[in-house]
């Protein structure tokens, strides 16, 4: 069982950044594959950045690409999601989720944290 606890979202004015924690409970916290997802009012959730399980391969979704940075640091058991220039269309509930196989896909994941909320005002 692996328990995430995301911190970091709040209001922020477009252009400006923020970055996301996830920290894990899990003492194999670096045999998981790590995801950032993302939910907006009235959406699907939907894929933001995903890193294998030593940080050596990342992906990325295209609204994000340029801006948005994904790590890891297995010795804190914390996944990051460093978000720059930030635009009112990245307004979401921020989801981490842990997986044991390198997907994009939600359902590809087995654990989730409850959410942070990311608002970015014009």
């Known amino acids: 069982q692996v328990q995430l606890v995301e911190s970091g979202g709040r209001l922020v004015q477009a252009g400006g950044s923020l970055r996301l924690s996830c920290a894990a409970s899990?003492?194999?916290?670096?045999?998981?594959?790590m995801g950032w997802f993302r939910q907006a009012p009235g959406k699907e959730r939907e894929f933001v950045a995903a890193?294998?399980?030593?940080?050596?391969?990342?992906q990325y979704t295209n609204p994000v690409k340029g801006r948005f940075t994904i790590s890891r640091d297995n010795a804190k058991n914390t996944v990051y999601l460093q978000m720059n220039s930030l635009k009112p269309e990245d307004t979401a509930v921020y989801y981490c989720?842990?997986?044991?196989?390198?997907?994009?896909?939600?359902?590809?994941?087995?654990?989730w944290g409850q959410g942070t909320q990311v608002t970015v005002f014009s």
């Open positions: 890193i294998s399980r030593n940080g050596g391969s990342i």
């Open positions: 899990a003492r194999t916290f670096s045999n998981y594959f």
């Open positions: 989720a842990a997986g044991s196989m390198w997907s994009a896909r939600p359902n590809a994941y087995d654990y």
